[in-house]
């Protein structure tokens, strides 16, 4: 599997990438974590979340993406 570093794709190819800013907020109260990430995607319904948080979640990051909701 390949990886790519962000800031070279930009150096690399300025005229077809787009960054845009992280609009994410902190629930957990700390600077800095990892973990395996799980992200949920619901637009106006949050019921998906309620049954994540329910599992196991020991190690991981939950990302929510409301859609704009």
Do not use: W
């Not at 599997?1 to 800013?21: F, G, R, S, W």
């Amino acid at each position: 599997m390949n990886h790519y570093l962000t800031p070279d794709l930009c150096d690399a190819y300025p005229e077809l990438v787009q960054v845009l800013d992280p609009l994410f907020s902190n629930f957990g109260g700390r600077d800095s974590f990892g973990g395996e990430i799980v992200t949920i995607k619901c637009f106006e319904d949050n019921s998906l979340v309620k049954e994540q948080v329910e599992l196991k979640g020991h190690g991981k990051v939950l990302v929510v993406d409301g859609g704009g909701s």
